[in-house]
């Protein structure tokens, strides 16, 4: 067990120190200690930007898609000591941030935009991708495997109930499930402790 530890540890090291040497200077910041574990798919580097100590699990998919049409480039950003699990699927045509300290479970969809179905006689996939709002992850936050976030922003130390959907804003000290997400506790700083919402 130990010698499994230490080689995929050592394992790991080589992996940050190649793709930082090989890729690091292609995005718009690569902090100190990024951990970024096979990925995927990483598309609009130019417009990333990855804070000291972030971890991302394998197969990623990191999309920053910049429209000719807009003023500027889009920003996608996660912040300091943040960790995301495998298989994430982030993508932003304007704005995705994703602040410091935020734990991320496998398998979760994060995005400022969806695609326009507006037309029936246009397949979708060739109809336009809609920006439907800022999207924010405040400091603390926890998200759940399978979550997807569109638009909205998530409160400080909140917490995404895992496979939940969330199509509105989260308050802070908040936990949300469901489809779509719902508030179903909220901290009191009172009674200092969790309370149940009917």
């Known amino acids: 067990m130990f010698k499994h530890s230490f080689y995929k540890r050592c394992f790991n090291f080589l992996n940050r120190q190649i793709f930082r040497l090989l890729f690091g200077r292609s995005f718009q910041f690569f902090g100190r200690k990024v951990s970024l574990v096979k990925p995927d798919i990483i598309f609009g580097e130019e417009y990333i930007s ?17 429209d000719e049409r807009e003023q500027g480039g889009p920003i996608l950003k996660i912040d300091r000591n943040t960790t995301i699990g495998r298989f994430a ?34 397949p979708i996939i060739s109809q336009r991708v809609l920006f439907k709002g800022d999207t924010l992850i405040r400091e603390g936050a926890w998200i759940g495997e399978n979550v997807s976030i569109i638009g909205v922003v998530i409160g400080r130390n909140s917490v995404v109930a895992a496979n939940s959907v969330v199509l509105t ?13 719902k508030v179903i506790k909220r901290y009191d700083s009172e ?6 919402v009917t």
């Open 89 to 122: 699927h982030i993508v932003s045509v304007r704005s995705v941030v994703i602040e410091q300290n935020v734990l991320i479970a496998d398998k979760v969809y994060i995005a400022d935009n969806s695609h326009d179905f507006e037309s029936v006689d246009t």
């Open 169 to 181: 804003d989260v308050p802070d000290y908040s936990v949300v499930a469901g489809i779509p997400a």
């Open 191 to 196: 009674l200092k402790k969790w309370m149940k």
């Open 50 to 66: 990855l804070g000291d100590n972030v971890k991302i699990g394998s197969m990623c998919w990191l999309l920053a898609l910049h």
